[in-house]
């Protein structure tokens, strides 16, 4: 878990799949954090990310580096405890100024089943699960 942590904190963006109905959808994301033993991501509640994630959990990432790149396979399962809100902003202050923890908007969700697979050009793919 550290390690898909840590390589999408380097990235910086990667890349959330969720499904609208029958209709894959892809956004830039930037939000990675390690509370209470899990992997977290934030979004607002108004937003349709938030909506797919609700009707259906399952969720694939995909992060490049430059030299590798990272497709994860996970349930997203919300955590609405303020501490977890509170834990996400407090990693990414710029946020601060259209999320507070308790505003009934943030939303975080925990990383959960997770298949992840790092894959370059030049090695074969390795997988952990968690």
């Given amino acids: 878990m550290q390690e898909v942590y840590e ?6 963006t990667y890349y959330l799949a ?3 109905g029958d209709q894959p959808r892809v956004r830039p994301f930037g939000t990675i ?11 607002g509640k108004i937003k349709d990310v938030s909506r797919q994630m609700i009707r259906n959990p399952k969720i694939e990432i995909c992060a490049f580096d430059g030299e590798r790149w990272l497709r994860i396979a996970a349930t997203a399962v919300e955590d609405s405890r303020i501490e977890a809100q509170e834990h996400m902003l407090a990693a990414y202050p710029s946020l601060q100024g259209m999320y507070q923890a308790g505003d009934g ?24 699960t968690f």
């Fill in 7 to 12: 390589f999408l904190k380097k990235c910086g």
């Fill in 105 to 128: 908007n943030t939303q975080i969700f925990a990383l959960t089943q997770v298949t992840a697979t790092f894959s370059s050009f030049t090695e074969a793919p390795r997988t952990v």
């Fill in 18 to 20: 969720t499904m609208d």
């Fill in 33 to 43: 954090d390690l509370f209470d033993g899990r992997l977290t991501i934030q979004t």
